[in-house]
């Protein structure tokens, strides 16, 4: 049985060469010499030269492909890179030990390099060219399934954008250009390979791709390119939530997450990741600046090679929704802190059908939020239990969004600073002062029976 499995393989492939021999030739790539371009070996990770290395003493092609190239020609520092190969993922495993094939979609080889995981891809073909254990496509024009093998320029086709289509080889070190990506590289354009709507119904994450590298790389995406963009965004419902909150992290979380927004609200994209979210914004400005500063504040952080975590910024972007829920349900009756539990309910399970939350950033997220009805209870010795509270850091620094984008007044967000800069003893008056005012104990607007609590008579 083994040996027919083979024979198999091996026939699909000489059918799949077959049909690209019949195709005409293209004029070729173009070819920038090492001494026209300015990468240098000394900026590529020895894992991936490494990698290189070994697949071509075995007898193979190998490149460098794709972001790294495009951050090395910007002048950056590409903490990833990629290597594609015409080994099949089989080959290129047999000469690295430990390494693992990977994906059902499109199979890829992760070869692990000392503490490195380097990406090795084998060269696509067009999945028109495969059979149909090779190539499937949904109704939509969605690829399921995309293991067609090719060579280098039938690679370089197949790739989303031009700025992605660069090859750089150690073989004369030179930068093989199949679709004009230098010359958008020059122009700052991103530009669709092939037929933009095409390559969307293909992949509609390719939507998101485009956005995040106009924002990540402060370039304009191409008419062309742009312009199916709202037409098509309605595809990303056909993503798994799972992969959508992967595209999430990218987008929002990688250090421009503010211009990353304004460019998916440009083109109607926002809307169908976080459309509570969305339909918010639209209608208050206080939320709509809520949204900015959170993604400006996780900006700064990691720019400051601070530490961020999704759970903060997902309870920005839900908040708003989840406080007028909250408020709809104490009108009916239902005291403050179950209602706010309910609101959290409803909203993070409305999200959840568009973008997944790991359990591991959705609690502290709910807990973010309980903090915001607890933090004005600072009666008695309960200032100082909040602040030991794990999520209590972040549950400042969101109150503290809260008042600047207008949300609520400004006043709590200042004590609770105070507070934390205070030895014990200006603490304690601090507190006793509160109580003197008759501050500190409220529970929020009703107490928890739902009804408001009388005043107390006076001593």
């Known amino acids: 049985m083994a040996a027919v499995k083979i024979d198999s393989r091996m026939l699909n492939n000489l059918i799949s060469s077959i049909k690209r021999w019949r195709k005409p030739a293209n004029k070729g790539p173009r070819v920038i010499a090492r001494n026209d371009h300015n990468i240098s070996r000394r900026e590529i990770s020895r894992a991936a030269l490494t990698v290189m290395k070994r697949l071509q003493d075995a007898g193979y092609q190998a490149y460098i492909v794709g972001g790294g190239v495009r951050d090395l020609m910007l002048g950056g520092h590409p903490k990833d890179f990629d290597v594609a190969t015409d080994a099949t993922p089989e080959q290129a495993k047999e000469l690295f030990r430990g390494a ?17 995981v380097i990406e090795v891809t084998t060269f696509r073909g067009h999945h028109s060219d495969g059979e149909e254990h090779e190539a499937r496509q949904s109704e939509h024009g969605m690829l399921l399934r995309d293991n067609v093998y090719g060579d280098l320029e039938s690679d370089a086709m197949r790739r989303d954008f031009t700025v992605n289509a660069l090859y750089y080889t150690t073989n004369g070190f030179a930068i093989h250009d199949y679709t004009g990506g230098v010359e958008d ?32 790389l402060d370039f304009a995406i191409e008419s062309k390119t742009a312009e199916p963009l709202q037409e098509l965004a309605p595809l990303l419902r056909n993503i798994a939530p799972a992969r959508l909150f992967d595209e999430i992290l990218k987008l929002l979380m990688s250090g421009q997450g503010e211009r990353t927004f304004e460019h998916l609200h440009r083109y109607h994209l926002w809307q169908h990741l976080f459309p509570d979210n969305a339909r918010q914004i639209e ?29 903060f910024l997902y309870a920005a972007l839900l908040w708003p929704a989840v406080n007028e829920e909250q408020q709809k349900l104490v009108e009916k009756g239902i005291p403050p802190a179950p209602a706010l539990a309910q609101a959290a309910q409803k909203i993070t399970s409305n999200q959840l ?29 309960r200032a100082q239990r909040q602040m030991e509270h794990p999520r209590f850091r972040a549950a400042y620094d969101f109150l503290l969004l ?3 984008s207008g949300e609520i007044e400004a006043g709590l967000g200042k004590w609770w600073t105070d507070f934390q800069q205070a030895d014990d003893e200006l603490r304690q008056q601090m507190v006793r002062k509160l109580q003197r005012s008759g501050g500190g104990n409220r529970r929020g607007r009703n107490s928890r029976s739902g009804r408001r609590r009388k005043p107390r008579a006076a001593e």
Do not use: C
Request: proline letters at 6%.
């Open 402 to 404: 809260r008042e600047e």
């Open 353 to 381: 059908a568009h973008t997944a939350i790991p359990k591991r950033f959705s609690i502290p997220m709910r807990e973010i939020w309980d903090l915001q009805h607890r933090l004005p209870q600072r009666g008695g010795s």
């Open 185 to 216: 590289i020059e122009k700052r354009l991103i530009r669709m390979i092939g037929k933009p709507t095409t390559r969307y119904k293909e992949d509609p994450v390719r939507m998101l791709r485009a956005v995040r590298f106009a924002a990540k």
């Open 283 to 311: 209608k208050s400005p206080a939320a709509l600046e809520l949204t900015r500063r959170a993604l400006r504040n996780t900006d700064k952080r990691i720019q400051a090679d601070m530490r961020v975590t999704p759970a």
């Open 100 to 116: 693992r094939i990977v994906g059902r979609r499109f199979r890829i080889l992760h070869a692990r390099i000392g503490r490195e």
